[in-house]
């Protein structure tokens, strides 16, 4: 499943608003070596994110498929 934008900013359980701002997601990405801007565009592979083992993937994975 790609993963895009909109699902980023569904998540919950990281603050008191639900998902994640843009400037935040761009300094995730910039840390496991993610292309932030083909993501803007292209959306990224949730296995991707799985890989990094991040919590914040995870959840916006489970997010996206309807888990949370």
């Known amino acids: ?3 895009t934008m909109a699902h980023i900013r569904q998540v919950r359980g990281f ?3 639900p ?3 843009a400037s935040g997601t761009r ?3 910039k ?3 993610l292309d932030y801007s083909d ?3 292209n959306g990224i592979d ?3 994110l799985l890989e990094t083992g991040d919590p914040m993937a ?3 994975v489970e997010q996206a498929h309807g888990v949370q």
Do not use: Q, V
């Open 31 to 33: 840390r496991y070596g």
């Open 15 to 17: 603050s008191k608003k």
């Open 58 to 60: 995870i959840a916006t």
């Open 39 to 41: 993501f803007l565009k």
């Open 19 to 21: 998902g994640f701002c």
């Open 46 to 48: 949730e296995e991707k």
């Open 1 to 3: 499943m790609k993963i």
């Open 27 to 29: 300094d995730w990405f």
